[in-house]
């Protein structure tokens, strides 16, 4: 029960003899229970219509306290009939957040524009009208949580605020007010008994047992209120709040440690954290290491009601400094309670200041850059119109835990009493890919294409498709926040690829990815818009972009060898005919090669004027045909044609260049599933002036790759070529040290460097950029490294990047590479 919590000041009331101002002193003093009974009395009493609003007004703040919405909800609005709010605006925005909370949004929205217009700089009154509309928004939407009421933990009373006991994450500890704790007076707050820590286990079949006190013997529980609790990571030290463990003073609430031996506990030490005796210090969480806490307090000084702080020390064995505000991204004008850290990185907390759905709301900031980022909502179902808080979470699961909430119902199942714990969990997410896969042409299912699905992850996975064209990979195959590529291959077709992605899904989902692929034609394609000048060769660069299609194609097929075919018109020898297209031709392998094509994919050949052109469908000019579809534009055809300029067309479709599919039985070179290929070339300047020959020893490592000794911005290493490379390629090893010995710096390497060089290595596939490798005498400047964990220890460059430091040859027989 949050207000048991809420971090309160007990002291005792002197004895007054006018009603009014014995209820006015109780309700100072927050004895909100027998300050009620007092308003009713002195209401009765009174005649003045002042002073009767006073006290609804006071006895409204009292049910709202504790807690009892419905019944301020009814105080509110009498106040609000009578115009008391002319002269305590704050009553329009009470009585909206009990409407709100009592789920009458449409209600609330138009109090909470009336507050607006009375206190337009309370931010309370715009975040309150906007959470009346995300509530909707958010229940429509809920996220992926499942909740239980855990009814063998709750009781008819209040129960709350539980941590984990055990590192086998089968022990909790709550607390409760329930009948059976220590104090045998009530809370003057509340009305009910004070609350203690209780302990409860699961068994192997998940059933919790009833929970019995932490302890009997006065170390922990006492006759006044307990609760709170939380462990420290090695569960050896309970960290909890105590209130008001003085009689008859102001004593206030503090943060209190025990040691925990076995099952048993030792005696109480208050945790000094400043403030005074007075001061209300309570919801502790701590870093693994305990050289942080982080707590609730009302400290002077602060943003609102009570704030989150912490305080830091130098061991755990050290006491704390003093504490600090977690600032105003955190802490806002209303309540900061509840604080839960996981992982030392993402705090969560309760409030009922940021933008929430009911009272307290929980949310989350994560820990970034030096700083805590912008909480949070949690949102339904996690939080909902009454008051959630502390939350907990089982570290050996992903997303799973306990919390607390006052809702009455949830779905289907009612809570037991007050304040009731909840288990709350997301289920696994559960993922299916499937498609058919058809001819392009005829749009029939194709039997026995290849699917590969190569995921994000590593994972490489083949099927084929069965006889009606379908494809299937199971759940075990397609996993939570993974991408995958698809390729789709099959004899005599052009392979094609598709995408799907599970990055971002918060639901199960059965993915759908359909497939067409183009029979490869036995005639050759004409590339669009390559067409040369009269006598030309030059590929002219506003046709680069017609080869795209090309380059995509034999990207998506890189099994493929390919003719590029060039053709002249006939107004010109033979020969130099034959000249001309062959140059036309090298001239679009040229360009392939450039954009990243292998070589060895790519044939030149040039036809001439041997091979006329045949329209595949009809030709106009100026409106009218002139070329009719399935005409040969041969010599004797285009010297018939009526005019000139129906001529040069002909002509000009003469000159064109084709490509035609010759093999599909190219193996392409490996290249390291970790190694990432940049967008741009890694060599910037070759310098090697010398032309006289050098020569170098000859290594070879245990794979007979050969190599030589080089240096890396000085820093001696030997590097290795690899055939199966497309770029240079290191361990993380090597790396390291390069690193270490300052060969190489944080500036260095593309992207972030605090998530590159995080955690005190270098992330898997991570590029740095090498100002000089050096040979003896020559050297290259400025190239791109990618370092590998799938290398134990190497530095391997490709052929391409390793023939930039100069030609060369390899001697075996005398163990020596010639530089020339």
Not at 197 to 217: I, V
Request: with cysteine; net charge negative; charged share 30%.
């Amino acid at each position: 029960m949050v207000i048991l919590f809420t971090l309160f000041i007990s002291t005792i009331a002197l004895a007054q003899r006018d009603l009014s101002e014995m209820a006015d002193r109780d309700f100072e003093d927050q004895k909100y229970s027998v300050a009620i009974d007092l308003y009713k009395k002195a209401y009765s009493k009174t005649k003045d219509r002042d002073e009767k609003n006073r006290i609804r007004f006071q006895m409204a703040e009292c049910y709202r306290l504790m807690n009892e919405t419905n019944r301020a909800e009814v105080y509110y609005k009498s106040l609000v009939r009578t115009d008391y709010f002319k002269k305590e605006p704050i009553v329009l925005f009470y009585y909206a957040e009990m409407l709100k909370s009592n789920q009458n949004y449409d209600e609330a929205i138009p109090i909470y524009e009336q507050y607006i217009k009375l206190r337009p700089n309370d931010p309370r009154g715009p975040d309150g009208l906007k959470s009346c509309k995300l509530q909707k928004e958010w229940v429509e939407n809920p996220s992926g949580h499942t909740i239980t009421n855990i009814r063998d933990l709750n009781s008819r009373e209040d129960d709350f605020a539980p941590c984990y006991a055990s590192d086998n994450y089968n022990d909790i500890i709550l607390t409760s007010n329930r009948e059976g704790s220590t104090g045998k007076a009530s809370d003057e707050w509340t009305g009910k008994n004070f609350t203690d820590l209780f302990y409860a286990r699961q068994d192997r079949k998940g059933e919790w047992s009833t929970p019995d006190l932490l302890e009997t013997e006065g170390k922990i529980n006492t006759e006044t209120n307990e609760g709170i609790a939380t462990m420290n990571s090695s569960f050896t030290t309970l960290y909890f709040t105590r209130c008001g463990n003085e009689k008859n003073t102001n004593s206030g609430c503090h943060i209190y440690t025990a040691k925990k031996t076995g099952r048993s506990y030792g005696d109480a030490q208050i945790l000094a954290l400043g403030g005074d005796s007075t001061s209300a210090i309570g919801h502790p969480t701590v870093t693994d290491d305990e050289k942080m806490i982080i707590f609730a307090a009302d400290f002077p000084n602060g943003y609102g009601g009570k704030d989150l702080w912490y305080a830091t020390r130098k061991s755990k064995s050290d006491e704390f400094g003093l504490p600090k505000n977690m600032g105003p991204v955190i802490n806002t004008v209303g309540d900061e309670l509840f604080p839960h850290l996981r992982s030392d990185s993402v705090l969560y907390f309760a409030s009922n200041g940021h933008i929430g759905m009911g009272l307290l709301d929980i949310f989350y900031s994560t820990y970034s850059n030096g700083q805590w980022g912008v909480p949070q909502n949690m949102q339904y179902p996690i939080n909902s119109n009454a008051d959630d808080y502390g939350i907990v979470f089982n570290r050996n699961e992903e997303e799973e835990g306990f919390f607390t909430s006052g809702r009455k119902m949830n779905g289907l199942e009612r809570a037991r009493g007050g304040d009731d714990i909840y288990h709350f969990v997301i289920p696994p997410l559960v993922f299916t890919l499937s498609g058919v896969v058809k001819d392009d042409n005829s749009l029939q299912f194709l039997e026995g294409a290849e699917v590969r699905m190569v995921g994000s992850d590593g994972s490489s996975i083949v099927t084929q498709t069965n006889s009606i064209g379908r494809y299937e990979f199971s759940k075990e195959q397609i996993l939570p926040r993974t991408t995958y590529e698809l390729t789709i291959s099959k004899e005599n077709y052009f392979s094609t690829t598709g995408s799907e992605t599970t990055v971002g899904v918060e639901k199960s989902k059965d993915f759908v990815l359909d497939f067409t692929i183009k029979p490869i034609p036995k005639k050759p394609i004409v590339l669009p818009e390559i067409l040369y000048d009269l006598a030309k060769w030059d590929l002219k660069p506003q046709y680069q972009d017609s080869l795209q299609g090309l380059i995509t194609t034999l990207d998506e097929n890189p099994r493929m060898v390919v003719e590029l075919a060039s053709h002249t018109d006939a107004r010109d020898s033979d020969e130099r005919n034959d000249i001309l297209s062959q140059k036309r031709a090298q001239s679009v392998v040229d360009y392939l090669i450039l954009r990243g094509i292998d070589p060895e994919r790519l044939v030149a050949k040039g036809y001439g004027e041997r091979v006329p052109r045949e329209i595949l469908k009809d030709y106009y000019l100026d409106g009218k045909l002139v070329l009719d579809s399935g005409a040969v534009l041969n010599e004797i055809f285009i010297a018939d044609l009526p005019s000139n300029d129906i001529k040069e067309l002909a002509h000009q479709l003469n000159r064109r260049t084709e490509f035609s599919v010759l093999r599909n039985d190219f193996v392409p070179k490996v290249k390291l599933d970790s190694i990432v290929s940049p967008a741009t070339a890694k060599i910037d300047i070759i310098i090697n002036p010398e032309t006289e020959e050098e020569s170098v020893p000859l290594l070879k490592d245990a794979e007979g790759r050969f190599g030589v000794k080089c240096e890396v911005n000085g820093y001696p290493i030997n590097m290795y070529i690899d055939a199966r490379l497309r770029e240079p390629v290191i361990s993380l090893e090597n790396a390291l040290n390069l690193l270490r010995d300052g060969a190489i710096s944080k500036n260095d390497f593309a992207g972030d460097p605090l998530e590159v060089l995080a955690n005190g290595t270098i992330q898997d596939g991570a590029v740095f950029l090498v100002e000089e490798v050096k040979v003896e005498k020559n050297y290259i400047t400025m190239i791109e490294v990618t370092v590998s964990t799938k290398i134990e220890r190497g530095f391997y460059v490709d052929e391409a990047t390793f023939s930039l430091i100069g030609k060369y040859r390899i001697d075996e027989e005398n163990m020596k590479v010639i530089f020339e």
